[in-house]
């Protein structure tokens, strides 16, 4: 549903300098939150009641997930037709077969067609998989991206730099605690004989995201 005439878009962006930027990586009281984490961890430390080896294995933890678990996904899913469609049927399952484990939800995968552009948001809070993925960017859990997307996605879309044709339809999934999506972009040229290792580096967050596609 459109936004009414009367109310102006909201731009993603809360910079003030620049405020025609769709996207900005990062977020304004954030230096606030880590002064106030640092201190807290070092009293934890000093009164003896959290180890250093604790906070360095969780902090380790908490980083090993990142975009290039779910870009080898995606890069097996465009070799293995097979392995694509059993990652539609159960994301978990499939994606356990690579050995990830998904431990927050039910992972189901969306998968991009010519005719049909799916894009992941979370109106509610930030849900996402953090297990897979690592953790979220900034602008995916704004109120911005988590209201509009929903009421204006192709606009959304545009301010991404993603102009999709008319034709297409755009299919807005909304992730909650017992769901988490991921999409599955349309394949470049060729990529069934192409290496994963040469394939891994062509998928970002933004594809498995749904802000983008794979560049022709």
């Given at each position: ?47 003896q ?73 979370c ?6 998989p ?48 017992d ?38």
């Amino acid at each position: 549903m459109p936004i009414p005439s009367t109310v102006p878009p909201t731009r993603f962006s809360a910079d003030a300098i620049d405020p025609n930027r769709p996207v900005v990586e990062g977020h304004h009281g954030a230096d606030y939150y880590a002064l106030m984490t640092e201190a807290l961890h070092k009293i934890l430390l000093e009164k003896q009641l959290l180890a250093a080896a604790d906070t360095d294995r969780v902090i380790a933890a908490l980083e090993a997930p990142n975009v290039t678990w779910g870009a080898r996904i995606v890069a097996q899913a465009w070799r293995d037709e097979a392995y694509a469609r059993r990652l539609v049927e159960d994301g978990s399952k499939a994606a356990a077969e690579l050995g990830f484990r998904i431990k927050e939800a039910k992972l189901i995968v969306v998968r991009n067609t010519p005719a049909l552009h799916n894009v992941i948001v979370c109106t509610l809070c930030s849900c996402y998989p953090r297990s897979l993925l690592g953790q979220p960017p900034w602008w995916y859990i704004s109120k911005n991206y988590r209201a509009r997307t929903v009421r204006e996605p192709r606009q959304v879309l545009a301010e991404f730099g993603l102009e999709l044709p008319a034709e297409v339809e755009v299919r807005v999934h909304d992730s909650n605690a017992d769901m988490r999506y991921l999409v599955l972009p349309m394949p470049p040229p060729g990529a069934a004989e192409r290496p994963v290792e040469e394939l891994v580096p062509m998928v970002t967050r933004h594809m498995l995201v749904g802000t983008a596609v794979v560049a022709a």
